[in-house]
């Protein structure tokens, strides 16, 4: 299967384990298609690609929960519905 998903993402498998390990990052628009792939929920998948994207900028500052709170803010502020 992971020979198939990586060819659905158009990577090589070995950059397809680096992904499943954590050791590389899936781009947006691979983290849809294997949703797609793999008939899970895009949303869902693409808010727990999102949360790790958060975490690798701020995880080690002091700041972090003051500034997420602030982001918070800022989005709900200007959330366009």
């Given at each position: 299967?992971e020979?198939?998903v ?8 070995p950059?397809?384990?680096?992904i499943?390990?954590?050791?590389r990052?899936?781009?947006r ?8 792939l793999?008939?899970?929920d ?12 958060i ?5 080690d500052e002091?700041?972090?929960l ?5 982001a918070?803010k800022?989005i709900?502020?200007?959330k366009?519905?």
């Amino acid at each position: 299967m992971e020979e198939q998903v990586s060819a659905d993402l158009e990577i090589d498998t070995p950059m397809f384990s680096k992904i499943e390990r954590g050791e590389r990052r899936a781009k947006r628009e691979q983290v849809q298609k294997i949703a797609a792939l793999l008939k899970v929920d895009t949303q869902e998948l693409l808010t727990l690609w999102l949360t790790d994207q958060i975490l690798e900028v701020v995880a080690d500052e002091d700041q972090a929960l003051q500034a997420l709170k602030i982001a918070i803010k800022d989005i709900k502020t200007n959330k366009k519905d």
